[in-house]
C-alpha cells in the first residue's frame, strides 16, 4: 500500500541522511499538525533520530552541508519544484555529498528527469528515487 511505501523509503535511506530529519512546511496550519504528530512519535519511537518541522518556505530553505534525503509527497507547483531543484544542485556542487531524493505521488517528476546531475535509481506509479551525481 501507499502507506506502507511512506514509511518503508525514509528509512531505507537513513543510512544516508544526516543527522536529524527535518521537516520543512509553508503551511502553520501544516506545521503545528506535524509538531504535534512529531512530539507523539519521539515517545512511541525514541531511539530514531530526531525529528522536527520548521515553518518556512522551501523554496528559500538553507540546506545543511551534510548527506541529504530529501523527502517529497508532491507538495509544490512546478515552479517551487524547480527552484527547489536549483538550490539542490547549487548545494550539491558546492559541498559534493550523497544526496538522495524520493519523490512520492510524483506529479512534475520531468524535472528531475531532465535534471543532469541526478540519476534516476527507482520508477514506480507511486514514487520515484533519485541521487545526485556529477555529469560526464
Known sequence: SRSDQSDRLPKRFMKH????IIGVEFSPLLHETAT????LFANIKPHLPAIRSILM?????????????????????????????????RSFYKQP?????IYLEPMHDQLLAEAPWL??????????VYRAIFPV
Open 17 to 20: 541522511s544526516g543527522k536529524e
Open 36 to 39: 504535534k504528530n512529531l512530539t
Open 57 to 89: 518556505d522551501a523554496a528559500v530553505y538553507p540546506l545543511p552541508p551534510d548527506n541529504l534525503v530529501v523527502f517529497l509527497f508532491n507538495p509544490f507547483q512546478a515552479e517551487v519544484v524547480a527552484t527547489i531543484l536549483a538550490n539542490l544542485e
Open 97 to 101: 555529498r550523497q544526496l538522495f531524493i
Open 119 to 128: 540519476e534516476r535509481l527507482t520508477q514506480e506509479l507511486s514514487h520515484t
